[in-house]
């Protein structure tokens, strides 16, 4: 029997009774790639706070 519930984020939850199944743990873990894959990193956030002060700042001249 595959996860009997579900979290709230689409995971699967399992009980005692429940067997894992590889479908299952391959579909958790492509949601959680997915988003991983959409959280900046903080690099990446200080480029673009960067280039709107830049942009912020030729807009008062």
């Known amino acids: 029997m595959a ?3 579900k ?3 689409g995971l699967s939850q ?3 009774s429940d067997r894992l199944q ?3 743990y391959n579909n ?3 949601k959680i790639n997915k ?3 959409n959280i900046l990193t903080g690099e990446e956030i200080i480029i673009i706070i960067e280039k709107e ?3 912020n ?3 008062l001249t």
């Open 3 to 5: 996860s009997t519930n």
């Open 7 to 9: 979290t709230s984020k």
């Open 14 to 16: 399992f009980l005692g």
């Open 22 to 24: 590889r479908e299952d």
């Open 28 to 30: 958790d873990m492509k």
């Open 35 to 37: 988003e991983l894959e």
């Open 53 to 55: 002060r830049s942009d």
């Open 57 to 59: 700042l030729g807009e």
